[in-house]
């Protein structure tokens, strides 16, 4: 347990295979072809700031910061809505052969009454081509349906993120939405 009463803690951050290139904050969200979503998403929290992917570049990989281990240094470049203070990155999925990220779901545990209550634990990706990545999250909860694909590649993040309550239950991640770009 953490401090909080909560247990260990989610976070999402997307990677592109890049170097030397600022990611830009999503201005009026402009420049993408659709927002890709999941049904299952947990109910706290508040939808943080979209970060979108420089023009012509997509999501190729993905680092959750859950508990101690790994980091996400290196050649990549970061996409990242809004992490928070707890956990530690765990080491980057990539696609294979050059495919992008186009779908995705969530692990999500139920709420309840009893109990830390702990949202969404993992996420697993689908590649352009075929290819699935699970996050190295936790166990509770389950998987609920995939997203539709986006026509090309995953182009930014937004979170929704419960932030630390002091001593009351806190959630962290809640839920995620993926914007789909053409070019």
């Known amino acids: 347990m953490e401090p909080g009463g909560g247990a260990k803690r989610l976070r999402l951050l997307l990677l592109l295979r890049a170097t030397h290139f ?12 659709a927002i890709i979503e999941v049904t299952n998403g947990g109910p706290w929290g508040d939808w943080a700031w979209p970060e979108m992917c420089p023009d012509g570049f997509f999501a190729s990989g993905f680092s959750l ?6 980091n996400v240094l290196g050649n990549t470049h970061v996409v990242e809505s809004q992490s928070g203070s707890w956990g530690e990155w765990s080491e980057p999925l990539w696609c294979r052969g050059g495919a992008y990220l186009v779908a995705f779901l969530l692990r999500v545990e139920a709420p309840t009454t009893l109990g830390d209550n702990t949202a969404a634990n993992n996420v697993r990706f689908r590649c352009s081509h075929g290819e699935e990545l699970q996050g190295p999250g936790l166990s509770w ?6 997203s539709d694909p986006c026509p090309k590649g ?11 309550r002091g001593f009351s239950d806190d959630t962290a991640l809640n839920d995620v939405r993926l914007f789909c770009c053409l070019n």
């Open 65 to 70: 910061k859950v508990e101690g281990r790994g």
């Open 141 to 146: 909860g389950d998987f609920g349906d995939w």
């Open 22 to 33: 600022p990611c830009g904050q999503a201005d009026g969200w402009n420049g993408y072809a």
């Open 154 to 164: 995953v182009c930014g993040l937004q979170t929704n993120i419960q932030g630390p």
